[in-house]
């Protein structure tokens, strides 16, 4: 580590009179973000009240985001990036883990808020669409600088996971971590002071902000913003910027290319980006449509920098494990697994012996652990080393591979959505005897969300009207709904009575039960899988590369 900050890489940028930070409404330069950024500094330090010097975020991709994104590395302020996707007393119990002083949200976020109990007040809410608020911005004008207290060690982030249990747990990131990741990712993704990063990612996510904003702050790039994702929008957005570098998650890759192919697409300024779960498949049409390279890594908001890229690596390869602490760990016996034999397919054909627990047994330091989760802080250091929850396997050439998720999460659009929060959702309905949620690959990146419900004999899917009740259930949020759903009366259990989730699991839609679907975005809408639907599904499978994730 340098030793540096986040605040030191602000005030370099002072008297940088190059676009910093771009909307389609207004470019600011670097010198200006650090002087707006200041002024928000300012406020916050007034506003500050004993406790936590914690700063909630409940905004779009909006200017104002990263201008306090500013202001807390400038005072000493944290600030927690609030889930929009979030409903209800999910959302409520995310937000009151984490102690807040002060929220920032606009009227479509204050609605969002309305009836939870939060811990803020209402009066120490600020309202950036609020006639006052340029004021009191102003009011606050002052020559930028930066809080004698800061160190690298200074908490800056806190962002929000979801663990096996469903109980919040908040990621810290220190000024120190986070200046580092700025300069080791700007060096890694090839972003120069040149670039115009557009940022089409949530900023509450760490993609954005680890993998964009700092290496963008680092290198005294542009950063552009578009207040959410949008796959119609993005090549105009692109073009209207100027844009050479974005970043992605989950299926953003695969919205995009389901767009209309135009004969001008290739006619944009993009040159590369970085991301996750981008099939080799998409990669390779993403290159030919836009002329776009897409790198794809591994990481996560506790822990990055266990992945060497490496141009020889096969398509479905992370790269080398970055040095010899990174290791892929049975759990139990906690000895490094063989390494994997793959067919002629790339698929494992010993998955028993080769396929672990991906462990940094010298990362245990560099994790800095979870806000008022000792638990979950247990759980990610264990016998000395960090454990990333993530399943992986190495080849015979060195080539580390990523295999699934160990923990009872589902990773839908590169955010993990609690199993056992959707399964007791459904378990609420009046008519379900018993549900189970889990994780079902899906045929182009990622997870998607599926449950096997039992409902009692006589009783019909259609009677559920399902649709309805998910709609009513206000703290499912908009990723938590099932994709699928397995309906029996009368499904597979343990010996000790329980589902047996693990069988539910390997067979998912591939089951003599009928299995409903809901295919698109918007309410849910669910039709029953036909066998052709099923060999259809299979297909499109085969097409992106993916069969492999079928068991």
């Known amino acids: 580590m340098r030793n540096e900050t986040i605040a030191d890489l602000l005030l370099a940028r002072l008297g940088d009179h190059r676009p910093g930070l771009r909307s389609r409404e207004r470019t600011w330069t670097w010198d200006e973000v650090v002087r707006e950024s200041a002024a928000r500094a300012a406020l916050a330090r007034k506003l500050r009240i004993d406790g936590p010097f914690h700063i909630g975020v409940l905004l779009e991709n909006v200017p104002e985001y990263?201008?306090?994104?500013?202001?807390?590395?400038?005072?000493?302020?944290?600030?927690?990036?609030?889930?929009?996707?979030?409903?209800?007393?999910?959302?409520?119990?995310?937000?009151?883990?984490?102690?807040?002083?002060?929220?920032?949200?606009?009227?479509?976020?204050?609605?969002?808020?309305?009836?939870?109990?939060?811990?803020?007040?209402?009066?120490?809410?600020?309202?950036?669409?609020?006639?006052?608020?340029?004021?009191?911005?102003?009011?606050?004008?002052?020559?930028?600088?930066?809080?004698?207290?800061?160190?690298?060690k200074t908490q800056m982030l806190l962002l929000f996971t979801s663990g096996t249990t469903g109980k919040s747990k908040a990621a810290r990131c220190s000024q120190g971590r986070l200046a580092e990741l700025g300069r080791n990712n700007s060096a890694k993704y090839d972003v120069k002071r040149t670039d115009v990063c557009y940022c089409p990612m949530p900023l509450f996510h760490g993609n954005?902000?680890?993998?964009?904003?700092?290496?963008?702050?680092?290198?005294?790039?542009?950063?552009?913003?578009?207040?959410?994702?949008?796959?119609?929008?993005?090549?105009?957005?692109v073009r209207f910027y100027g844009a050479t570098f974005f970043t992605y998650v989950g299926k953003a890759i695969g919205y995009i290319l389901a767009t209309p192919e135009k004969p001008d697409d290739a006619d944009n300024t993009l040159t590369h980006a970085f991301g996750t779960e981008a099939s080799p498949e998409d990669k390779a049409e993403f290159l030919r449509r836009f002329g776009c390279r897409l790198v794809e890594g591994y990481g996560s908001s506790e822990g990055a920098g266990m992945i060497a890229q490496d141009p020889n690596a096969p398509p479905t390869a992370f790269g080398r494990p970055a040095h010899d602490g990174v290791r892929i760990v049975n759990p139990e016996t906690l000895q490094t697994c063989a390494p994997a034999i793959l067919d002629e397919h790339g698929r494992v054909t010993n998955p028993e012996e080769a396929i672990g627990e991906i462990v940094d047994v010298h990362g245990a330091d560099k994790f800095e652990g979870y806000y008022k989760n000792p638990e979950a802080d247990a759980e990610r250091v264990r016998h000395g080393w960090y454990w990333t929850g993530d399943l992986g396997y190495i080849d015979?050439?060195?080539?580390?591979?990523?295999?699934?998720?160990?923990?009872?999460?589902?990773?839908?659009?590169?955010?993990?959505?609690?199993?056992?929060?959707?399964?007791?959702?459904?378990?609420?309905?009046?008519?379900?005897?018993?549900?189970?949620?889990?994780?079902?690959?899906?045929?182009?990146?990622?997870?998607?969300?599926?449950?096997?419900?039992?409902?009692?004999?006589?009783?019909?899917?259609?009677?559920?009207?399902?649709?309805?009740?998910?709609?009513?259930?206000?703290?499912?949020?908009?990723?938590?709904?099932?994709?699928?759903?397995r309906v029996s009366h009368h499904l597979p259990t343990t010996g000790s009575g329980k589902l047996a989730k693990k069988q539910l699991q390997v067979e998912g839609w591939r089951t003599g039960d009928p299995v409903y679907r809901w295919v698109g975005r918007g309410a849910p809408e669910y039709h029953l899988m036909t066998e052709a639907d099923k060999a259809a599904l299979r297909e499109e499978f085969a097409a992106n590369g993916r069969l492999r994730f079928l068991p």
């Open 396 to 485: 015979q050439d060195g080539f580390i591979y990523f295999a699934g998720r160990s923990g009872d999460w589902i990773r839908v659009d590169s955010e993990n959505i609690s199993a056992l929060h959707t399964q007791l959702v459904l378990r609420r309905h009046p008519k379900v005897i018993d549900a189970v949620a889990f994780g079902v690959p899906d045929p182009r990146s990622g997870d998607q969300v599926m449950a096997a419900i039992e409902i009692p004999e006589g009783v019909t899917f259609e009677e559920l009207d399902l649709p309805g009740f998910l709609a009513a259930q206000e703290d499912l949020g908009t990723k938590g709904a099932p994709r699928f759903v």
């Open 208 to 237: 954005a902000i680890m993998a964009l904003w700092a290496p963008a702050l680092t290198a005294g790039a542009c950063v552009a913003l578009t207040p959410k994702f949008s796959a119609s929008r993005f090549l105009d957005d």
């Open 66 to 152: 990263i201008l306090w994104l500013g202001a807390a590395a400038l005072s000493g302020a944290t600030i927690v990036g609030i889930n929009s996707t979030r409903r209800g007393a999910y959302l409520e119990q995310e937000v009151r883990h984490t102690d807040l002083q002060l929220v920032i949200t606009d009227q479509a976020g204050l609605k969002l808020l309305d009836g939870l109990d939060i811990g803020v007040p209402r009066e120490r809410f600020l309202l950036i669409d609020d006639p006052a608020y340029a004021g009191l911005v102003a009011e606050h004008a002052c020559e930028p600088e930066r809080d004698p207290q800061i160190t690298p």
